[in-house]
Nanobody
Framework: QLQLVESGGGLVQPGGSLRLSCAVS??????????VGWFRQAPGKEREGVSC???????NYADSVKGRFTISKDNAKNTVYLQMTSLKPEDTAVYYC???????????????????WGQGTQVTVSS
């Protein structure tokens, strides 16, 4: 059983930045074997993939966040980060991280491949 804890959400003005963290723990878990994805769900909308990073460090991004968001990871800390810049009101959502065993970069935004999820952290972009 894996535990995922997101942090770093909050209220930010348009154009601002936030860094989300996803700390993963569990017996025998290592980012050397898992991909981690960030997903978000806005009120009244379906959950969507935002970004993901494979065990090998390859990243993928939704078109809506390319050039603004950067995903990274620290294998020693079993933590994945999502640096969000130039935030827009339409980025407002609950952000979730999730883990998947050894999936390739072209597929890592597909949420059906993920089986462990965090509780989410709220990001609100508003003036």
């Amino acid at each position: 059983q894996l535990q995922l804890v997101e942090s770093g959400g909050g209220l930010v003005q348009p154009g601002g930045s936030l860094r989300l963290s996803c700390a993963v723990s569990g017996f025998g878990f290592t980012l050397d074997h898992y991909a981690v994805g960030w997903f978000r769900q806005a009120p009244g909308k379906e959950r969507e993939g935002v970004s993901c990073i494979t065990k090998g460090g390859r990243a993928n991004y939704a078109d809506s966040v390319k050039g603004r968001f950067t995903i990274s990871k620290d294998n020693a800390k079993n933590t994945v980060y999502l640096q969000m810049t130039s935030l827009k009101p339409e980025d407002t959502a609950v952000y979730y991280c999730a883990t998947a065993w050894d999936i390739i970069q072209p597929l890592c935004l597909d949420e059906v491949r993920y089986n462990s999820w965090g509780q989410g952290t709220q990001v609100t972009v508003s003036s």
